[in-house]
């Protein structure tokens, strides 16, 4: 009944750029903040991009500031996350999740505040 499915997952050569995208079901996002995650082989996932869910606010992980940008359509009731200049160490299976919060912190990502999960798409960038 509630449901986020991720899209727009592939793979590209450093240097491309893909575009994810997060579509709700059974709930509105324009209630909550929303980030991405991902997840690479190996390592424990970490959040790298949040949005809040009405002034618009936005955080990165270092990692990814200038070349990530997280936005939402309320609308369509639809997150995502525009991915540029794409590295190697991007690779990785990447999560939208909704948060039980309605801003997102301004200096980093709490996993724990993130109650509602999709099943991931896979980013892959050639090394």
């Known amino acids: 009944q509630l449901q986020l499915v991720e899209s727009g997952g592939g793979f590209t050569q450093p240097g491309g750029s893909l575009r994810l995208s997060c579509a709700a079901s059974g709930l509105t996002l324009d209630y909550y903040a929303i980030a991405w995650f991902r997840q690479a082989p190996g390592k424990e996932r970490e959040g790298i991009s949040c949005i809040s869910t009405s002034d618009g606010y936005t955080y990165h992980l270092p990692s990814v500031e200038g070349r990530f940008a997280i936005s939402r359509d309320n609308a369509k009731n639809m997150v995502f996350l525009q991915m540029n200049y794409l590295k190697p160490e991007d690779t990785a299976v990447y999560y939208c999740?909704?948060?039980?919060?309605?801003?997102?912190?301004?200096?980093?990502?709490?996993?724990?505040?993130?109650?509602?999960w999709g099943q991931g798409t896979q980013v892959t960038v050639s090394s």
């Open positions: 999740a909704a948060s039980t919060r309605y801003y997102c912190s301004p200096t980093a990502i709490f996993p724990e505040a993130y109650g509602r």
